[in-house]
């Protein structure tokens, strides 16, 4: 079939996108204040410009000393140690009224000084005495626990040494990470930046806000957008531009979805356009065959070249990814189906893929899934345990989802993932191995 | 030790916390645009209104047909059908400037009507001959493969019947979901609403926004607020407030950071009052034991109720909850360490194991890990793979990380997730199965 032909597989449509899209983002970030990081792929490797702690620090409320003049304490064994004030008023830090550290202070054998959990122990010094295990008195202390050298202690650069990475280009960015980074003081970071736009094309589409209120049509008939008007005339809520939004934001970017646009190649071309003028990459819905009403593929083609139009995968297959040069400036369209299925699917495997892979598992199948050769297929599947695993022979299971339709939503919904199944198997056995793909549910 | 006797098990405080929170959050939602759900918690059981698709739908480009009349059509065998247009203009959707649909036609034997990818078939028609096998000429087509009933149809209710639940109370909404939401026009959801204020406590804390800066003490000292300054002085960046802000940014919830605030019990005590006064819940850290310069613990119990105040879990001990009652309304009080660890750690398994639970995995450990008893243990862990698995045998294991102290946050973010070591466990040996949370990164 000369249709099927012309599909290239999807290892070559991912290395097509990922090679164009390496060059394409290596200028594409901005800087973001650390509070405004969280989730953004980070586009520089950091590393640490200190050692955190810069101090040696005591890990508990209690006395700092030398450890060694606390060896063989024990309750029949107290030993005395001199009390000595360790923070003093000259020094105190500016941020607060109370004092903390004196850095000219040194502790000497024979001497202990009061410390809580957090706070910097003395020079000298190099242990903590838990105070549950202290009688203090006026002077001086009983102690009643000997401590090993850095006992209760966190030491200078036990979390980071000045140069460890703290994170690397293309991660994404954590709250652990965001608190790393502020502990040794970085403030801003370079983060992956690409502008977004998003555009769904059909004369099928009514938009989510328009139903449930009446419009005048252009006979200038008012007519209530109901769920019974839908099914009668063949209409479909927009689903794809807040699906992709939100697939978006969950990859780190913030996009633009623009009003949906009927089956018109003019008005197909026009919103194009614009959207590429304000972007750096358009994503389409719709209109990727080449059927009648398809405009929107025939469209793109004309502004720029087709990077490929239909690869062999399942559910997917036409989808497209068009390079516009606009002004002096490289413009990418990523031309997905018009059910959202697909489109999720598309977008999944060519663009999050990309930017932020998911956790994978390699686990076995419940049962036989057949697949075909020569085109790729992507079976969704939930988690499940062996019903009789208790102990050390528990194991994880991918449950392959029964789905009757490509255009079945719910399952991405109830799936926990997918596994890609190479256009070179015929399909896999019970208790074959396979890798999954895991949703960040 | 009486000091460890006070402390209460982490299944005991996870059992008070979670009740609290029951009868707490219940009135506790508002109600978002559908555009603002992704990542909230969704507060009601959402059932479908409609069936999806609300018509037949074609899930090609092609022609559609009664089935029976097109059996055995072959490249051998064309079977010959009547054309018959669909759409009229008169009952053109508004939306659009063409045609899609007349609602009373209805496709009878010998006739063959071109539709699209996503479009309604007619009444009468049951199922959709790809165009790829059919020859049109004027008047009529020629099919050239047979179909079976449905074939390439999507069916009313294929993705969801009337009444099938679309998300349940208390999951996370997710771009799938919100499509499917879009989908049955519902617009609006309402989602768990809390309102969460942070306050970070001490006075070795410096804000990051005044590091590197040049600030005067309270000797009306100009000093340099950098590293050597930090290190010299005992000082901490507060990186508590950002953490917290975004783990709770990440549970679905937009959290405000107060500014911290020294060791001063007036002081405290006056922001704790505000921070109540305008939100649902307060997160402190710091001051949590009963040393001498731990007031917030302190000052928390002069207001309110204390449901418990440290738990036997390691890190993470030294953590409270407490119950304030303000006006004629319940607040809830998380007194968190001030080690960014113990902080994460207590965040994770009294707050978001409540609301966004982890996925778990029950796999086996890499090597022996010892736990003391009396004690729960939070083990973190990385996932690794057999390094001689190849097929069947593959299997995924938990490799404890190493940690020297208590106060290394990049125990955090370069886990994968962590195990709860119950406190009647003395350790486990290398292959016993536990049972792994998994971060969502």
Chains 1, 2 share one sequence.
Do not use: W
Not at 260 to 273: A, G, M, S, Y
Not at 274 to 294: A, P
Not at 331 to 352: D, H
């Amino acid at each position: 079939m000369k249709f099927v032909k012309e599909l290239i597989s999807y290892e070559d449509a991912k290395k097509i996108t990922f090679q164009e899209l390496d060059e394409f983002i290596r200028d594409k970030y901005k800087e973001f204040n650390l509070n405004d990081c969280l989730n953004k792929i980070c586009h520089e490797d950091i590393v640490s410009p200190v050692d955190l702690p810069s101090f040696n620090k005591s890990a508990m409320d209690g006395y700092s000393v030398i450890a060694e003049d606390v060896f063989g304490a024990s309750d029949n064994n107290p030993i005395i140690l001199e009390k000595i004030e360790f923070d003093e008023e000259e020094n105190s830090k500016f941020e607060s009224k109370n004092t903390v550290g004196d850095e000219n202070f040194e502790l000497i054998n024979g001497f202990a000084t009061k410390v809580s959990t957090g706070t910097k122990i003395p020079e000298g010094s190099n242990a903590v005495v838990m105070k549950e295990y202290v009688k203090e008195y006026d002077d001086y202390i009983e102690v009643y626990l000997g401590v090993h050298p850095f006992e209760n202690v966190s030491k200078i650069g036990e979390d980071l040494k000045k140069g460890d990475i703290i994170i690397k280009k293309g991660e994404i960015i954590t709250p652990y990470h965001i608190a790393l980074l502020a502990s040794v003081g970085i403030k801003k970071v370079n983060c992956t930046y690409l502008k977004i736009g998003i555009l769904s094309t059909g004369d099928e589409l009514i938009s989510l806000e328009n139903y449930g209120k009446e419009v005048n049509n252009k006979n200038d008939e008012l007519k209530k957008i109901n769920m019974d008007y839908i099914s009668k005339t063949g209409s479909i809520i927009n689903s794809n531009s807040v699906m992709l939004k939100s697939l978006l934001k969950n990859c780190g970017f913030d996009a633009k979805a623009y009003d949906h646009v009927e089956d018109n190649p003019k008005e197909i071309e026009k919103c194009i356009l614009k959207i590429l003028s304000e972007n750096d990459i358009l994503m389409t819905t719709g209109g990727t065959s080449v059927g009648d009403r398809d405009y929107t593929f025939e469209e793109i083609s004309k502004l720029g070249e087709i990077l490929y139009h239909g690869i062999k995968i399942r559910p997917g297959r036409p989808v497209g990814f068009s390079k516009i040069e606009l002004g002096n400036q490289s413009k990418f369209i990523y031309i997905l189906s018009g059910y959202p299925v697909a489109a999720a699917v598309q977008f999944e495997l060519l663009f999050n893929q990309y930017f932020k892979p998911l956790k994978t598992l390699k686990i076995p199948l419940t049962r036989n899934f057949a697949s075909s050769l020569g085109r790729t297929d992507i079976m969704r599947i939930k988690l499940t345990y062996d019903s009789n695993s208790k102990n050390t022979n528990s194991k994880l299971f991918a449950e392959p989802l029964r789905i009757s339709g490509s255009g079945v939503i719910s399952s991405l919904s109830s799936a926990d993932g997918y596994v890609i199944i190479d256009e070179n198997i015929e399909g896999y056995e019970k208790g074959d191995i396979v890798t999954a793909h895991l949703f960040k549910k």
